[in-house]
């Protein structure tokens, strides 16, 4: 079994925005359509400070998609092999996480909202919090290629 490139486990997707003098709305629908899975949980996370790292976790079961309805963030995404950094800074923008990513959110602007929407429901044992056990499970016993 090949190993999973990072750019085929995280998405940067755009979501209708639809604007008039009223203001703007913008849609993300579930079950494939904007979000690709059905979404069984919703968190939002804000009053994060510019120097706090939140996340630091990666999800054996979890996907996501984040988005900063407002103000902006960063997320660094990690596969054990590879990593990129995403800014969210538009509230029609989501960021899409396959499981088996360690993810750090930070760089909160003292704005930010970063609405979380997930495909499962809370399980704290499908968490790995500790990125030397991450990396042992997601390399298996090889050294690092």
């Known amino acids: 079994m090949g190993m999973k490139q990072l750019k085929d486990q995280y998405k940067v997707l755009e979501f209708g925005e639809f604007g008039d003098e ?10 494939g359509m904007d979000i690709p ?10 009053g994060s400070d510019p120097d ?3 996340g630091q976790h990666a999800n054996r079961k979890s996907e996501f998609v984040l988005i900063n309805v407002s103000g902006t963030s960063r ?3 990690d596969n054990g092999y590879e990593t990129e950094i995403i800014e969210l800074n538009k509230p029609r923008m ?8 360690w993810k750090d959110m930070y760089d909160f602007s003292e704005d930010s ?3 979380v929407l997930a495909n499962t429901h809370y399980d704290g044992t499908e968490y790995i919090r500790d990125y030397d056990a991450f990396l042992k499970e997601v390399r298996g016993n090889k050294e690092h290629e």
């Open 37 to 46: 899975f059905t979404i069984q949980r919703v968190f939002y996370m804000y």
């Open 52 to 54: 706090v790292v939140r």
């Open 22 to 31: 009223r203001g703007n709305l913008v849609v993300a629908e579930g079950s």
């Open 113 to 115: 909202v970063l609405l």
């Open 94 to 101: 989501g960021l899409y996480i396959d499981t088996m990513v």
């Open 75 to 77: 997320v660094k995404v």
